[in-house]
């Protein structure tokens, strides 16, 4: 009796679990009717920045022991580790450490003990500089970049950075190598996030992202957020607001060395790729603009065949990833269009069916922020992405939580990708809750183009629903989803068809679900490369 009791109660648990499985929607299921989740006022609470006080922020070992150890993807066999020894100086003048006065080493192996291998790199230290009266000057702490080479997939090995001779090494450490390229291995869970920054809401993200235990993360722009600061470290949640007549956008640059230190214990375990956003724009003396993000982040540019930091590639597994600059030229003149097309052509379908790619600002936000501010790079790209079969597409930058229904081309297709934004990581300008559908919503056309790239390309739609207008006057179509919240987003690519995609907010319990759907591909209805016809649906 008590046997059978077990057994009904077991049934009933696996009809419950099988139920809920068989609830969660497909992309084969839609496209799907727009909703829009009710703003929740008291969630805008919380953009507070970590101040240098908190001991996430500040540092822990001596002046030359390895600190901000970070890890990032190079090739299957390789990965990255970075480091940073030294301390970074700021006022006005400008005390620069030497590179060279430090080895660049990391020692590694399968086992804790002994580390049979031994990897040397590069270091370099950069600059922020100010050529106006009264600002200070940044120089960083040396910054190592090292390549562990010889990797075998899917396996553990451990790790300690630093150069013996001239201070002490790191504690030791561990990463996950990913799963072999092909077509039915991938990597258990990748995490995606955007628009960071160091407030109370960050570290409520990132406790929520490493409690899902990703095997790898991607970072779709807007890192520190040093950019709302002026040199003497006053800071506001709107720089433009606060301090209307600087004569340069100013950064407090140790705000980077704050998110360093403080995002080290998931990084320097899981590897985490970026992608630049505005905030890591950062003009300084002599029209510099990135330099801490092309400095203190690895790439695997030189590996993919790019010669920027900006757009690179990658696999894991069988997802082949690609990560693309709005911030530098996306015209098809340019060089980064034009490697494009090379890496595009390069990926076998057979071998990583998947095709991911990343860049900062949406092309289909509804969102009244940065409303169609990516057109130019849309008008540029959008042919040759879907002409290749793109899976998914993520940004960032409006600091909301958006998911597509399939759409190419502002129109539904089934071929389409499916664009999701996650730029609601926790930064401290807040929340997007506006939307361009809104009554009184649409902003004004000449303000909408990119502050950086220029260019003008948004015209009114000629066909559809918001046919001779500039925004629909409802939520669009191709919007499936839309929540103003912040969280972050899990990606679980199941085999060569199916990928579960979870995005979880920061006011949820650890295991709870925002939004979750099934991203079906179906090569065999929608061929790799195939023949585009122009659309009709703008001037």
């Known amino acids: 009796m008590e046997l059978l009791c077990f057994l009904l109660a077991l049934i009933s648990v696996l009809s419950v679990f099988s139920g809920a499985i068989a609830k969660i929607p497909t992309t084969v299921d839609g496209p799907f009717d727009p909703i829009t989740v009710p703003f929740d006022n008291s969630l805008r609470g919380h953009a507070i920045d970590l101040p240098d006080s908190d001991p996430r922020v500040g540092k822990r070992g001596r002046t030359f022991e390895p600190e901000q150890i970070s890890l990032s993807l ?123 920054g160091l407030t109370y809401n960050t570290t409520s993200t990132v406790d929520h992202l490493r409690r899902n235990d990703p095997d790898l993360i991607l970072l779709v722009g807007d890192v520190t957020y040093a950019n709302l600061y002026l040199t003497n470290g006053s800071g506001a949640d709107c720089y433009a607001c606060a301090f209307p007549d600087t004569p340069i956008h100013e950064t407090y640059q140790p705000r980077w060395d704050y998110w360093g230190r403080f995002i080290e214990p998931l990084v320097s375990r899981v590897p985490m790729m970026v992608v630049e956003g505005n905030h890591e724009i950062e003009e300084q003396a002599f029209n510099k603009t990135f330099v801490a993000y092309s400095s203190r982040f690895a790439f695997p540019s030189e590996e993919s065949g790019s010669k920027s930091t900006f757009y690179y590639s990658f696999d894991a597994g069988g997802i082949h990833f690609i990560m693309l600059s709005a ?130 390309c948004a015209a009114n739609f000629t066909a559809g629903p918001a046919a001779g207008k500039f925004c629909w006057d409802r939520q669009p179509e191709f919007s499936a989803y839309r929540e103003s919240s912040f969280g972050h987003g899990i990606l679980e690519v199941k085999n060569e068809t199916y990928a579960l995609w979870t995005w979880h907010r920061n006011q949820d319990m650890y295991n709870g679900i925002g939004d979750q759907i099934y991203i079906v591909r179906q090569p065999n209805k929608c061929p790799v490369h195939h023949k585009v016809v122009v659309g009709v649906t703008l001037v």
């Open 327 to 456: 911030y530098t030229s996306y015209y098809k003149s340019g060089d980064q269009y034009k490697w494009l097309q090379k890496d595009l052509e390069k990926v076998d379908r057979a071998v990583t069916p998947w095709l991911v790619v990343s860049w900062h600002p949406p092309w289909y936000s509804t969102y009244k922020a940065h409303y169609r501010e990516a057109e130019c790079m849309r008008v540029e790209m959008e042919e040759l992405l879907y002409s290749y079969g793109v899976d998914i597409i993520f940004n960032g930058h409006v600091h909301a939580y958006e998911r597509s229904n399939r759409v190419y081309n502002y129109t539904l297709d089934p071929c389409g990708p499916i664009y999701i934004t996650v730029g609601d990581g926790g930064n401290r300008e807040k929340m997007s809750i506006s939307h361009a559908d809104d009554k009184d919503g649409c902003p004004e056309p000449s303000s909408t183009p990119d502050p950086f790239m220029g260019g003008f």
């Open 74 to 196: 190079s090739t299957p066999d390789a990965i990255w580790v970075s480091y940073i020894t030294g301390d970074f100086h700021i006022g006005n003048g400008t005390k620069r450490l030497d590179p060279s006065s430090v080895k660049s080493v990391v020692r590694y192996g399968p086992l804790r003990y002994p580390m049979a291998h031994e990897a040397t790199g590069y270091s370099l230290v950069y600059d922020q500089l100010y050529p106006f009266e009264g600002m200070q000057n940044y120089s960083s702490g040396i910054i190592h970049h090292v390549r562990l080479t010889g990797l075998k997939p899917g396996k553990r090995y451990y790790y300690r950075c630093g150069d013996s001779s001239n201070g002490p090494m790191s504690p030791i450490k561990s990463f996950r190598t990913m799963p072999e390229v092909r077509d039915k291995s991938y990597p258990g869970r990748i995490g995606v996030v955007g628009d960071l």
